[in-house]
C-alpha cells in the first residue's frame, strides 16, 4: 500500500515536470508569432493597429504641412514688401516681373547708363518727359534733367495712353 502511493507519487511528478512546461512554451510562442494583430477602435472614432490612429497622424502631419507653406508664404510676401521702402518711386501693386525689370532699370539710370540703352525715348509732345519700356505693357515715365533722367513712375501701357495728352 505504501509503494503504491509512492509510486504514483512519482509518476504525477514527472508529468509536472514534463508536460507543463512544454504546453506553457507553446502558449507563448503562440500569443507572440501566431495570432493575429487586432484591429482596435481608437479614442477618435477610427480603427485600426498600433497605440494611435494614423489616420488622425497623417491629417495631423499634412495640416501641418499646410499650415507651414502658409506661414512661409506670408514671411515670403512680407519680405517682398519690405522691399519696396528702398525703391526711388512707387512700385507697389505693379506685377513682380514689371517691379524686378523696373528697378534693374533704375539701377542703371543711378549708375548713368544713358536710358536709350533701355530703348528710352522722348515723348514727341513733351520733349522733357522720357519714356522706357520696362515689359511690354509697362513704361517707366522719366523726367529728363538734360545730362541724366529722373524715375517717376511706372505705368501700364493703358494708363499711359489716357495721361497722353491729346489723346
Ligand atoms: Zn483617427
Redesign the pocket.
Known sequence: MHQILKLSDRSSKSIALGLTPLRDATRNKGCECFMPRRKRT?????K?YGR??????Q?RMAQEKVEREISQKKQKKQEWEATFCDDLIDLKGLPDYVVVKARSIIAGLTDNKSYREYGGKRLRHNRFIVSIPVTRNYRMICEDYGSYVVPQKVMSHEDYNVCKPGS
Do not use: M
Request: with cysteine.
Open positions: 481608437f479614442a477618435c472614432g477610427h485600426g494611435k490612429c494614423h489616420r488622425c497622424e491629417e
